[in-house]
């Protein structure tokens, strides 16, 4: 006898699909809905977030829905040193205008 299960409530109904978590908000979602990124380091203890939408650069990645509110709670919750395992300042800037650039083509 097969038993069939719903997935849970956001999650992919494709269970061969990658789920990753939004360091934002923390839901969980399919990573064709997040957008990647990697830090790349500019100087001596500073980074910038790059933008990965291929996800094809090497390095530690995270992932981010692209709305302006889960980037503001990633900055206010400091995140994104946590979540690439970085100590240092990091600059969002180049990911805060990928992201509001999707959000005016929306």
């Known amino acids: 006898m097969t038993v069939r299960r719903t997935p849970p409530a956001g999650l992919p109904a494709d269970p ?3 789920v990753r978590t939004c ?3 923390r839901k969980r979602a ?3 809905e997040l957008l990647r990124f990697v830090a ?3 100087s ?3 980074f910038t977030a790059v933008p990965d939408p291929a996800r094809k650069r090497p390095g530690r990645g995270a992932h981010l829905h692209p709305d302006p509110a889960c980037l503001v709670l990633a900055e206010r ?3 994104f040193g946590r979540a690439l395992r970085l100590t240092g300042v990091f600059d ?3 990911l805060a205008e990928v992201i509001a ?3 005016t083509s929306q």
Request: one cysteine or more; a neutral charge.
């Open 16 to 18: 061969a699909a990658p």
């Open 23 to 25: 360091i934002g908000c």
């Open 30 to 32: 399919s990573s064709s």
């Open 40 to 42: 790349i380091e500019s």
């Open 44 to 46: 001596p203890d500073q």
């Open 77 to 79: 919750k400091r995140a």
């Open 92 to 94: 969002s800037g180049p």
């Open 101 to 103: 650039a999707v959000g």
